[in-house]
């Protein structure tokens, strides 16, 4: 049953070597990212693509041919090459449905898992496309321990170094991100499986620098600079040190001071080993953060900033 349980995490897991990224969607003439299956069909690796189509159908074509034909790489096996057939393919409004080949069944536990996470990231570059769906021959798909398998978006999966299956584990985290106006902070659930090599405090914040998640992108917005950098962070008697980049000083959102503050703090402070947060920018606390708040401060949870959706 842990195997299985590590198996069905890996679901919602990319497994990326180092230097592998996040596409940056496949707009025609952009650069995409094609995601295969290691020879030893441990991990997914990731191989750089020009996209030539611009529109939707164009590029689902242009990624199904790409996926049937062999890697450049020796060491790399393409998911749709894998002793099934990719019987249709279909978009309706913002799903992309997959029909494979009852073969589809035959693929053992892992395997199955790492072909999901790989046509997943690959054909969610897809102008428009947001959520995927495998069927098998027209039936539902079930994983490893009998659940139906769903809808995925690329939102599902966390990009880490790293390709030891037992180092990743499943994780519901609180997020606090702004309301529409910028003057107040909703609370979203985003569950997701991470690597346990990084520290939840970590996790909590680069999660905060990636933004809302799809599903809630229209209720919700991102109050952070994406391009921050965290430099450091540690707990240390329940005090969370941040420590970020020059970034962090730059608001690029339609944000009050304290919303861009308190997403970190009470996102922090979810965590049972935080109580307190001391953010710092280049080590350095002596700083006021858009001229109103002090980096000196060292801030706590702030519950009457929070409201719920309209």
Known sequence: MKIYKRLTVLLLCLFLV?????????????????YYLNNEETCVKMQIYEMQATDAGGQLEELVEQLKLTPSKLEYKTPLNMGFELLSYSMEGEKLYLDVSEAYRNLSATTEVLVRAAL???????????????????????????????????????????????????????????????????????TMAYNTNISMEKLVVEQLLSG?????????????????????????????????????LTQIYSVSSEVAIYSIVNSLAELTQVNKVQISVNG??????????????????NLDLVTTVD
């Open 284 to 301: 350095e606390t002596d700083i006021m953060f858009r001229e109103s708040v002090s980096l000196s401060t060292i801030f706590e949870r």
């Open 212 to 248: 809302p998640a799809s599903d809630v992108a229209d209720v919700v917005y991102p109050t952070i600079n994406p391009n921050t950098k965290v430099l450091s962070i540690s707990v240390k008697d329940g005090i969370c040190y941040v420590n970020f980049d020059e970034n962090f």
């Open 120 to 190: 997943v990231r690959t054909f969610s570059q897809v102008s428009g496309v947001r959520y995927i769906a495998i069927t098998v021959e027209g039936g539902q798909l079930h994983d490893s321990l009998g659940n139906v398998v769903g809808l995925m978006s690329a939102d599902q999966f966390i990009d880490n170094a790293g390709d030891e299956i037992n180092a990743y584990e499943r994780v519901r985290l609180k997020l606090y991100f702004a309301n529409a106006d910028g003057t107040m902070l909703i609370a979203t659930n985003r």
């Open 18 to 34: 180092a230097g592998c990224g996040r596409g940056s969607g496949a707009n025609g003439g952009r650069t995409a990212h094609i």
